[in-house]
């Protein structure tokens, strides 16, 4: 892979977190709060992929009088005015050295230098172009100077390009949020606490998922009372025969992510499936089951409402 298509590559990533972050696709991922963060780090991807692919295509500058030697086109060996003789098609070097041929660009190999001196003869060269050259001739050796001694050439092994399938995933088939799948293959996740506040106002009063399973299960829904409390999430099939309602809780990103679950008992429709979303509104009841997972306790809440609802753009919660 050469350094074009590095920055190319480059250029990809930075265009995917940017679209991501500029949309609601990033709450798929990542906690709401990190949107600036995204957005920055896409931004200096894009800029970093532009401004290498700019140096990369910019015209090189014309060699002037006096400057270095340069290569000329196919590898012929030129030399510049006041400058060194350079190596060309098979080793050829600029006259003027006796019995040296000076192999430039890196390149190294063999060389059979010849000058005007000596009588005829051969010497064999395993430098940059030094022998012990005899009579006229002409020295020939071969550079590898484009390959870096691992067979991968200029531009890098080319499994490299792998790098473009994340990309491509993340533009093309962008992976929905974590649901029921996740959640049946992971332990119910609570935060133990000793002291808890009173409930806001409100009739229901809306919880989150680990709020209400946390005063459930620690405070024995003593918090609770009597009040009624609105809870939302997907269902899912859990122990027992019984459907849960949960939700993914993050602590950053979808990689840490944890399912906090709820059963639900009392009169619930028919014909619900796994990944529905529902508004379920209800009180503290004291019955409990254990999670097959990880052995941990899942409330119930006694259901007295129940409403299908759309999928929510934030399906974490933080």
């Not at 972050?21 to 957005?39: A, M």
């Not at 550079?143 to 870096?148: K, L, M, Y």
């Not at 609105?230 to 025969?241: A, D, K, N, T, Y």
């Amino acid at each position: 892979m050469n350094r074009q298509a590095q920055a190319v590559i480059l250029l990809l990533v930075g265009g995917a977190v940017l679209r991501a972050s500029l949309t609601d696709q990033y709450l798929n991922y990542v906690k709401p709060g990190l949107q600036p963060y995204l957005i920055l780090a896409g931004a200096i991807l894009v800029v970093a992929g532009l401004f290498s692919l700019w140096y990369e295509l910019r015209p090189t500058r014309p060699a002037t009088a006096g400057g270095p030697a340069v290569a000329g086109a196919g590898g012929a060996g030129v030399a510049v005015a006041g400058g060194s003789a350079v190596a060309g098609v098979d080793g050829a070097v600029s006259p003027g050295h006796d019995g040296h041929g000076d192999v430039g660009d890196a390149a190294h190999g063999h060389g059979d230098g010849h000058g005007p001196g000596q009588g005829p003869g051969h010497g064999d060269d395993d430098g940059p172009g030094h022998g012990p050259g005899h009579g006229p001739g002409h020295g020939h050796g071969h550079g590898d100077g484009d390959d870096d001694g691992h067979g991968h050439g200029p531009g890098g092994p080319k499994v490299a390009w792998l790098l473009l399938a994340p990309v491509l995933g993340l533009l093309l088939v962008a992976p929905p949020a974590l649901g029921s799948y996740a959640a049946g293959r992971a332990g119910s996740a609570l935060v133990e606490k000793s002291d808890f506040a009173p409930l806001p106002a409100g009739d229901p009063v809306k919880l989150t998922m680990l709020d209400y399973a946390s005063r459930a299960v620690f405070d024995r829904g003593v918090s609770l009372g009597e009040r009624r409390v609105e809870l939302s999430g997907f269902v899912m099939r859990g122990p027992e025969g019984t459907w849960l309602l949960a939700r993914m809780m993050l602590s950053c990103c979808a990689a840490d992510a944890r399912p906090v679950k709820v059963a639900l008992a009392g009169q619930l429709p028919e014909g619900l499936r796994d990944e529905q979303w529902l508004r379920v509104t209800g009180g503290y009841t004291g019955r409990q089951v254990k999670d097959v997972v990880n052995g941990e306790t899942i409330p119930f809440i006694e259901v007295t409402d129940v409403a299908l609802i759309e999928t929510p753009v934030e399906q974490y919660e933080s």
